[in-house]
């Protein structure tokens, strides 16, 4: 509309050439010839004659649409997964199409449409080796035939893309130390740079800009495994958006329907084998034709050899009642008689209460 206004003035009251209009404007002179031949004053484009692909199965997705918005956010399915479902049933089209209907269908149902203001975000590059990102999340599972809430600590190499979930029953030292472990040993190495927010588990204090006051065994870890730890701004998740982003898709991935085991162990070795066969499905987002698992095997060299595994006990002191009973975080532990009346360090006893499978 725009630029018919623009070529109608230029030509019309300004006398400017059609060979110049095509020049500024990047149109056709026939193209501008036709529409100042027929004045026009809108745009018509013709009517699409043949029926879109989806136009099938429009119904069916604006019905799974409406259904998943009901939901909670962590049990909707992705649009995606709505993809390859329509695949399944038939349909042919590509999910950029899906997509677009899926946009058209939310608009239609906003009565007034807010433009918010975002920002201009600068996109992170990372090299081989350089960095990861770990996050904590929450789902659900089967574990014993009972439905059980579950922690889940996700790794994510920044180059190769390569990631680890493993799941715990709390987001505690011992978890996260344990989750550490395994991380490494699944993706081969120690990168140079960790990523994080400002979880309890790791910082005590948040202090002025980048400053921060970190937990004395979190600081231990690190030490250990010789890596840089770097802390995200408060209330800036996009400083690590390919961790955000992969506790996202991993619930469509692993969680939707809620896998079912015989015990947390169990669930664990499922969730390691699948991470690693999904390495090999997925295309790396940034180089074109390659697999996560071809650039993880080319990072992989590049990571630093992993050291024996970081022992995560926490050790607190508590007194020993006069009835030889020790008090750690609601349960009672039962200590020789020798030390009634006396301060314990609880190490071995948290050991025994947490143990991390």
């Not at 031949?37 to 009517?47: M, Q, V």
């Not at 939310?106 to 990861?132: D, I, K, N, W």
């Not at 990523?195 to 937990?215: E, L």
């Not at 495994?225 to 991993?250: H, M, R, S, T, Y």
Request: with cysteine; net charge positive.
């Amino acid at each position: 509309m725009a630029i018919l206004s623009v070529i109608r003035r230029w030509h019309l009251r300004e006398g400017v050439s059609i060979r110049e209009i095509a020049r500024r404007t990047k149109l056709s002179r026939n193209t501008i010839r036709k529409y100042l031949r027929e004045r026009t004053i809108e745009p018509k484009y013709a009517k699409r004659s043949n029926a879109s692909k989806l136009d099938t199965y429009a119904a069916k997705l604006a019905g799974w649409l409406k259904s998943e918005g009901a939901k909670g956010r962590k049990q909707r399915r992705n649009l995606r997964r709505m993809h390859g479902e329509l695949v399944a049933l038939g349909f042919t089209g590509s999910y950029d199409r899906v997509a677009a209907y899926a946009r058209a269908w939310r608009r239609s149902g906003q009565e007034h449409e807010r433009s918010v203001g975002r920002g201009t975000f600068v996109p992170l590059t990372f090299g081989m080796g350089e960095a990861f990102q770990f996050d904590w999340s929450e789902d659900w599972a089967q574990l014993g035939g009972e439905r059980v809430k579950l922690q889940v600590a996700q790794f994510k190499l920044s180059h190769s893309r390569a990631f680890v979930v493993r799941a715990y029953a709390l987001q505690t030292h011992e978890m996260l130390f344990d989750a550490h472990n395994h991380a490494f040993r699944v993706l081969g190495g120690v990168p140079r740079r960790g990523i994080y927010d400002n979880m309890k588990t790791a910082v005590d204090r948040v202090r002025r800009g980048k400053a921060r006051d970190v937990n004395v065994r979190f600081a231990a870890m690190v030490s250990h495994f010789l890596f840089e730890a770097e802390f995200c701004n408060p209330a800036a998740g996009w400083e690590k958006g390919q961790i955000e982003k992969n506790v996202q898709d991993a619930r469509p991935r692993l969680w939707q329907p809620p896998p079912s085991f015989a015990s947390l162990q169990a669930l664990n070795e499922w969730l390691e084998q699948r991470c690693i066969a999904l390495w090999d499905e997925i295309a790396h987002p940034e180089q074109a034709g390659r697999t996560i698992a071809e650039v993880w095997r080319e990072e992989r060299s590049h990571l630093m050899p992993m050291p024996r595994p970081f022992d995560g006990f926490v050790e607190h002191t508590k007194r020993v009642s006069p009835t030889c009973l020790v008090h750690v975080e609601r349960n009672r532990y039962s200590v020789p008689a020798s030390f009634a009346n006396r301060a314990r360090e609880r190490a071995s006893v948290f050991r025994a209460h947490r143990g991390c499978c």
